[in-house]
């Protein structure tokens, strides 16, 4: 089993949208939780953190479910500006490794 | 806003040459990384670095990898002998104190091994 997991879509949505994406992780002992954003050929950047309680920015809204193991993204209404990789990362407990999931494309339609 | 800065941002080698990709992270951080990522696919760990030394690493990373911080402020790495799989996208990743806060990624050097 692959040690973070995303649907790598792509995911074509008309703006507007609402959009969800999963993640679901494979060490019970992972600590730390991000989503990351990747536009084409440029490095990741920090989209939002994820806590236990799940956290909201703006538009977005991360949880986290720690019995399953898995992670969630959620983009209301969505911008054309949204389209772009998301990615999902995940850092263990007493390790400094972080492992990236292969991402999710997400192209927002006019 | 601080930021990790990665140079050259562009490097095209011939198979069995050796590089070296420069990374000068902010100035206060710990933890330094290098990952790569192979266009279209994930991002992979290659390296983790602290208090001037090699913490863990991946399968990727042998003998013909290696890392080093010799002034303190740039943080290295170094492929001996290139091959035509090296090219990719090599992020370098910085983390502050307590290594629970924000990952800084580099803009990245991109390397293209003939």
């Known amino acids: 089993r692959k040690e973070v997991e995303q649907d790598p879509g792509p995911f074509n949505v008309p703006e507007g949208a609402t959009v969800a994406f999963n993640c679901t992780y494979s060490?019970?002992?992972?600590?730390?939780f991000f989503w990351y954003r990747q536009d084409c050929r440029k490095e990741p950047k920090l989209l939002m953190s994820?806590?236990?309680s799940g956290n909201e920015d703006g538009r977005f809204t991360a949880q986290l479910n720690r019995a399953s193991q898995y992670i969630s993204l959620l983009i209301r209404d969505s911008k054309l500006s949204d389209s772009a990789t998301y990615l999902c990362?995940?850092?263990?407990?007493?390790?400094?490794?972080?492992?990236f999931g292969t991402g999710t494309r997400l192209t927002i339609i006019p | 806003e601080p930021e990790v800065t990665q140079t050259p941002s562009h490097q095209v080698t011939q198979m069995g040459q050796e590089v070296i990709l420069r990374c000068v992270p902010i100035?206060?951080?710990?933890?330094f990384y290098w990952y790569r990522q192979i266009l279209g696919q994930k991002v992979e760990f290659l390296v983790s670095f602290y208090n001037n030394e090699i913490s863990e690493k991946s399968e990727i990373f042998d003998d013909q990898f290696s890392v080093e911080r010799p002034d303190g402020s740039n943080f290295t790495l170094k492929i001996r002998s290139t091959k035509l799989e090296d090219s990719a996208m090599y992020f370098c990743v910085t983390v502050g104190q307590g290594n629970t806060g924000e990952l800084f990624f580099g803009e990245g050097s991109r390397l293209t091994v003939l």
């Open positions: 994820v806590y236990s």
């Open positions: 990362v995940v850092r263990d407990f007493g390790n400094e490794k972080l492992t």
């Open positions: 100035s206060n951080h710990l933890y």
């Open positions: 060490n019970s002992a992972s600590q730390s």
